[in-house]
């Protein structure tokens, strides 16, 4: 157990839909790390956020959006869903701005099925 | 955008047997980190490297940081059935707020 905690653990929704998939990361960790995995793009990197700020972005998509809490949970929106947005998705958590080399922490996904 | 390249995509070996797989780049990287990823389930983190030339070990496992920092090899001594899984490099490069750039992974298969 990584200590990071994600929920749902699965979601079933239709095109066109929105929905929050939630992240609590380890305690006392400020970094908060969101990731997609799909079969054909593998885990990619969307967001990064740092006691509350983001500070970073990847390949994330405009109808997608994240926020990181005071008590520094986060969430995850993805809106006008499309099939292809059906994947795992990852938040990882690390004590600190990782860029000094420090380790991310993956907690167990959020499966998400788009019909 | 940065790409991590792993290798074997697959491996399929007998019990008791070592593995050995790699990570390349073209870019230099501060930290390469080596994940495990059962199905269904969260990467679980075996090694972190954090300097070139580093050699660490956690059980029978074994992970090099390359000293150009542009390679990590991961192996795998007398292998069994439980060290089934999906294996992922990643590695933090310099310039980056720390996410992580991942490998296709290498999916290894042990038979008893």
């Known amino acids: 157990d990584s200590g990071v905690t994600q929920t749902p653990k699965h979601l079933i929704t239709a095109t066109g839909q929105r929905v929050t998939l939630r992240c609590s990361p380890r305690s006392g960790d400020l970094s908060v790390y969101w990731y997609q995995q799909s079969l054909d793009q593998g885990l990619q990197f969307l967001i990064q956020y740092y006691n509350g700020e983001e500070r970073a972005k990847g390949n994330i998509l405009e109808r997608f959006s994240a926020q990181q809490f005071p008590d520094l949970h986060s969430e995850l929106n993805l809106s006008s869903l499309e099939l292809g947005d059906s994947a795992l998705y990852f938040c990882?958590?690390?004590?600190?701005?990782?860029?000094?080399?420090?380790?991310?922490?993956f907690g167990p996904g959020t499966r998400l099925l788009v019909l | 955008g940065q790409q991590l390249n792993q290798s074997p995509q697959s491996m399929f070996i007998q019990e008791g047997e070592d593995v050995s797989m790699n990570c390349t780049s073209s870019?230099?990287?501060?930290?390469w980190l080596w994940y495990k990823q059962d199905p269904g389930e969260g990467p679980v983190l075996l090694i972190a490297l954090y300097k070139a030339g580093e050699l660490t070990s956690n059980g029978r496992l074994t992970a090099q940081f390359g000293i150009t920092r542009k390679d990590s090899f991961l192996n795998i001594s007398a292998s069994i059935p439980s060290d089934v899984g999906i294996y992922f490099c990643a590695g933090i490069y310099g310039g980056s707020q720390g996410n992580l750039i991942f490998g296709k992974g290498t999916k290894l298969s042990v038979k008893p």
């Open positions: 870019s230099i990287f501060n930290t």
């Open positions: 990882a958590s690390s004590p600190r701005l990782a860029s000094g080399g420090e380790t991310q922490y």
